[in-house]
């Protein structure tokens, strides 16, 4: 089995480039080749319009920060961030330039005399990246470098190599089973499945319009139904689930479905209105809209990123997101609700 087959993109110079995926889709394998650490088979790899395939990887202009980062223990951070200078033989002089230039540039310009463990996570990220920049790398290749991070520090963190990558307008290239990390730093995304591009698009094109079943369950949060076409009329269709629900007025990917068709729907959780039953808000809805009735299984309480789960009439949990404000009108468990969403909101696709 290939781990990366027919694999071809083009990034542009000085962007954010996200290679998303599950464990095991051939991410990495394609990193190491473009570091020069792995040999493709067939194919080129080309930087700045040159031919890489026979550079070593200490030839080519590529550096690599790793998710352990392997900064030098024993070395503290002006030494970490100078050597690879003083390897590549540059003088004193430019030297403690370079590392007082990149140490302002990363906003920690009075850490040079510290040890490394004297160093938060955050800062040890900073310096891991200040350490290959320093270097001026055509290409900064990032292995999920936020995966030992805990989540409030990754959070920060995502922000903070947006910022660094804008400051040292260089081309990143980062790698991660995330897809938040992946929406939000990068400018372009390729999402990636058994060694090949599902998808390559903006976060914004990936999230809302996905081109697969595969892109659309990946990216994001949904809900989805498995089920076969009851009609099909002007680019839309009807659909029942295996759980017998109707599905009205499917419009996106519908133009490809057949009469007695399979199709997965899916729907986003924050897509979906919620009501109670006896709410007049349902008299302003239209009439193409889906709707089902419920009970609220659970809440799951995040602030203004609560979500509750709904039982639906097929016993099948449904996701929607909700706005609590703490008082005696918020939904609780056990509440009955209807839910609705829009045939717009409703992605299809082959089963």
């Known amino acids: 089995m290939r781990a990366v087959q027919n694999v071809s993109f083009d990034i542009p110079k000085g962007s954010f480039f996200s290679i998303l995926g599950p464990s095991g889709c051939g991410k990495t394998t394609l990193m190491r080749m473009i570091a ?7 194919g080129d790899i080309r930087i700045k319009g040159n031919s890489v395939l026979n550079t070593p990887p200490n030839k080519r202009n590529v550096k690599m920060v790793f998710q352990h980062l392997a900064l030098f223990p024993m070395m503290n951070v002006y030494e970490n961030i100078a050597y690879g200078l003083r390897c590549r033989g540059d003088s004193a002089s430019d ?10 540039r990363i906003a920690l310009p009075d850490v040079g005399a510290r040890e490394i463990h004297q160093l938060s996570g955050g800062q040890k990220q900073r310096i891991a990246i200040a350490r290959c920049m320093v270097l001026d790398p055509d290409v900064l290749l990032l292995d999920e470098p936020l995966g030992a991070l805990d989540l409030k520090l990754r959070e920060a963190m995502k922000i903070e190599l947006k910022l660094l990558q ?4 260089t081309t ?12 939000v730093m990068s400018d372009n995304v390729a999402i990636m499945n058994d060694g090949r591009f599902e998808q390559l698009g903006t976060p914004q094109t990936l999230y809302h319009d996905p081109k697969t079943a595969f892109v659309a369950g990946f990216v994001g949060d949904n809900n989805h139904w498995q089920g076969k ?14 759980t017998g629900l109707l599905m009205k007025g499917v419009v996106r990917g519908a133009s490809t479905a057949v009469a007695g068709g399979a199709l997965t729907i899916y729907v986003r959780p924050e897509f979906i209105k919620t009501s109670k039953p006896s709410s007049d808000d349902n008299a302003s809805r239209s009439s193409d809209d889906n709707r089902i009735e419920g009970t609220i299984d659970s809440l799951l309480f995040n602030g203004a990123n609560s ?15 909700i706005v609590l404000t703490g008082g005696t009108d918020d939904l609780k468990p056990g509440d009955a609700v209807e839910l609705s969403w829009s045939a717009e909101q409703t992605m299809c696709f082959a089963a």
């Open 95 to 104: 030297i403690k330039r370079k590392v007082q230039d990149v140490l302002e």
């Open 229 to 242: 076409v009851s009609d099909v009329n002007a680019n839309r269709v009807d659909l029942v689930t295996d």
């Open 172 to 183: 990143f290239v980062y790698i991660t089973h995330d897809q938040s990390e992946a929406l």
């Open 36 to 42: 020069g650490f792995e040999d493709p088979t067939e």
């Open 307 to 321: 979500r509750i789960l709904v039982r639906g009439p097929g016993k099948e949990l449904i996701e929607a997101d």
């Open 166 to 169: 804008h400051q040292f307008d």
